[in-house]
């Protein structure tokens, strides 16, 4: 994970900080802010997400909000993935690139129900860097922009189980209508709540943004319920067996969207900053591309092990591995020279003194459930 | 508050050392295994090998982190628990019943720079 040094007297504390403080919560520096690693376990809340429902805070992200005539086009020309023909109430994942392709953030753009609103969910470790990077490139278009991160909360319910929690305990039957990757508005306490059918552990769930004060109380609501509380420990090996990246370890200003394997999310009929140099990675013009190595051991890769060919040539380095919790083995994203890059390719992890013999795998080691 | 058993030796690296002769069994507090949280793998070294004071000779590993083994004594490894290999939970459940290695002295005077159990008790800060 990024770990930025932050003395720890000015460290933000979301909402739910004295939430995770009666619960007992193990609380760490994440992104700038003290958050909940974990409350019960990581084993524990990893699987109470991918057996039943968990709730996750993630007030942390940030919501910036953009609108005006040019709000549309001016997303399109930061934004490495196409909104055009994208519907009110769609989510559309993709990432801001620097003119050399590495990465700014990855993000969520949400495109609203108003005409011409749009909002942006950036990582929390990235908010100022994004804000300010979306405020120089709005020069000379026709949009507004609202940093809203402080004012919203979010709690993300995530498990086979979580449609089912927003019905009966939040009382949103508007729930079981929204597929992946749509939202819908609704209302808490008389002020707006969005509804969003996406999250980041490979199962089906939900992200709820609201007012800070409503998010304390639906909190509370869910922990009433049963929902197992859950820390940004297991919200970690539920992205990484689902495949997906971390802003920090598998994307960076040095790690691009071609180079960490989202190319699928980079559309190049359009213009976008950053275009030029991903499409000349794409054509093959880069040095290292990301991997899923599974070892034979249940020794652990760790991020910034090294990974070498069998006669010990160093060719790459983890970038989050673990001893999977839903797939008892072994597993890592690493960059690897390009050449090193194809499935089963024979590849080691030097573990403190010793080497472990693995070959490269698919990225998503484990099978996602989400609602179509 | 961890458990903490008279007549044992600890190092400030959480190690314990049970002396039987001129063996040293070596494993870690319970202070250790409740930092370190659920414990999925520890990482032995082999019998035969060499090991040194204050040197690494292991690691135990959890979901999250890994945190070194550093042997307080130095000598040969006469035996390694095996049993930890496919039940590294062990160390959590019983952490001074669940010895690591078993190390053969070559200067069994490096035990006097060990804690006793007040000593490490004032580590840990309990």
């Known amino acids: ?24 919560a193990k609380m760490s520096p994440f992104a700038g802010f003290m958050m909940p690693i974990q409350y019960d376990g990581i084993t524990v809340e990893h699987n109470a997400v991918r057996q039943k429902v968990g709730m996750f805070d993630v007030s942390h992200m940030g919501e910036i909000f953009v609108k005006g005539p040019e709000a549309e086009a001016f997303i399109n020309h930061i934004f490495t993935n196409d909104i055009r023909g994208y519907e009110p109430g769609k989510v559309l994942y993709g990432m801001m690139c620097y003119p050399d392709g590495g990465t700014v953030d990855d993000l969520l753009v949400y495109r609203e129900y108003l005409a011409n609103h749009f909002l942006l969910v950036v990582n929390a470790a990235n908010i100022d860097k994004d804000f300010a990077w979306i405020q120089e490139h709005a020069k000379g278009f026709d949009c507004k922009l609202d940093n809203a991160s402080p004012r919203i ?58 007012s800070n004060e409503n998010i304390v109380e639906i909190w509370d609501k869910l922990l ?49 900053i950053g275009k030029q140099a991903l499409l000349d990675q794409k054509a093959g013009n880069l040095s290292r591309k990301l991997v899923g190595i599974e070892i ?3 020794a652990i890769p760790r991020a910034g092990y090294p990974v070498e060919t069998a006669d010990e040539k160093e060719v790459g ?23 090193y890059a194809a499935l089963d390719t024979p590849l080691s992890i030097r573990i403190r003194k010793k080497v472990f013999p693995g070959k490269v795998v698919k990225k998503r080691f484990y099978q996602t459930n989400y609602k179509k | 508050m961890s458990k903490i058993i008279e007549g044992l030796k600890y190092s400030e690296s959480h190690e314990w050392v049970k002396v039987e002769g001129d063996v040293a069994v070596i494993g870690v507090s319970d202070y250790a295994q409740a930092e370190m949280g659920d414990i999925t793998y520890v990482d032995m070294p082999e019998v035969d090998d060499e090991v040194a004071a204050g040197e690494e000779f292991g690691a135990l590993e959890s979901v999250k982190a890994s945190s070194e083994l550093y042997s307080p004594v130095s000598g040969t490894v006469c035996a390694v628990n095996e049993e930890l290999e496919d039940a590294p939970e062990k160390v959590n459940e019983d952490a001074y019943g669940s010895w690591i290695i078993k190390v053969k002295m070559s200067n069994p005077a490096e035990l006097d720079a060990l804690l006793d159990a007040a000593g490490y008790k004032a580590v840990i800060g309990e």
Do not use: W
């Open chain 1, 1 to 24: 994970m990024s770990d930025v040094q932050i003395p720890l007297d000015q460290l933000q504390k979301t909402c739910l900080y004295d939430a995770h403080v009666a619960l007992g």
């Open chain 1, 317 to 339: 380095v983890v970038t989050t591995g673990y001893h999977s919790i839903s797939l008892d083995k072994s597993i890592c994203f690493a960059l690897v020279d390009k050449e």
């Open chain 1, 153 to 210: 909360g979010q709690i993300a319910v995530q498990g086979p189980e979580a449609e089912k929690t927003i019905i009966e305990v939040l009382g949103y039957k508007e729930a079981a209508d929204l597929a992946f990757y749509t939202f819908c508005d609704v209302e808490y306490n008389g002020e707006r709540l969005i509804l969003s059918r996406t999250g980041y552990t490979g199962e089906d769930g939900f992200e709820i943004y609201t």
């Open chain 1, 296 to 298: 034979e051991d249940k």
């Open chain 1, 224 to 272: 009433k319920a049963g929902v197992q509380p859950c820390g940004l420990g297991c919200r970690d090996t539920l992205r990484f067996e689902a495949g997906l990246p971390l802003y920090g370890d598998e994307l960076s200003p040095e790690i691009s969207p071609v180079m960490a394997g989202l190319g699928m999310f980079c559309k190049y009929e359009k213009d976008f």
